[in-house]
């Protein structure tokens, strides 16, 4: 009895493992280009909901900044 259950668990298991695909939600990366009066605070405050302190670690994260600095004309990627 327990054989044929772990078995069928295992089948289902499989089945799922197949049938599953990566949902495509993420979508292309939305690309951003620092103007001359931009900061951090600034592009989370307006492409982020809530607290844009989320969103300058993500910010920072996704594109390794190691500070706060921008320069016009850099391109960010925003997560």
Do not use: C
Request: aromatic fraction near 6%; charge should be positive.
């Amino acid at each position: 009895m327990f054989v044929r259950l772990a078995i069928l668990v295992l089948a289902a298991a499989l089945a799922v493992g197949l049938a599953a695909r990566p949902s495509g939600s993420a979508g292309k990366p939305v690309r951003y280009v620092v103007q001359p009066t931009d900061t951090l605070w600034s592009i989370a405050a307006k492409h982020y909901p809530g607290d844009p302190r989320e969103g300058i670690w993500e910010l920072q994260k996704r594109n390794h900044l190691t500070d706060t600095t921008l320069v016009p004309g850099q391109r960010l990627v925003l997560p």
